[in-house]
């Protein structure tokens, strides 16, 4: 299976860009993964139709809605206890 697409919210990248070098580049290794499983140790909210995944040891915390026949992750939020 092809990785999916990751696609970013202006909001989320923003978050993105202000996380520290080191927590960026655990976020990155854990896109990379999600990218090519979007469900692996993540957890689906029915009520918001949102997916959520930790990153960083439990420290950080992804939100994103998933598109399986686009073959996309649009990321929502990203937020780090530092």
Do not use: N
């Amino acid at each position: 299976m092809a990785d999916h697409l990751i696609v970013w919210v202006d909001y989320a990248q923003e978050q993105y860009l202000s996380l520290d070098q080191d927590v960026a580049t655990r976020l990155t290794e854990r896109l990379r993964v999600l990218a090519a499983d979007p469900k692996y140790e993540a957890r689906y909210d029915a009520g918001t139709g949102r997916w959520s995944a930790h990153f960083d040891s439990g420290a950080g915390l992804i939100v994103y809605i998933l598109s399986e026949t686009h073959g996309r992750i649009v990321i929502l939020r990203v937020l780090h206890l530092s």
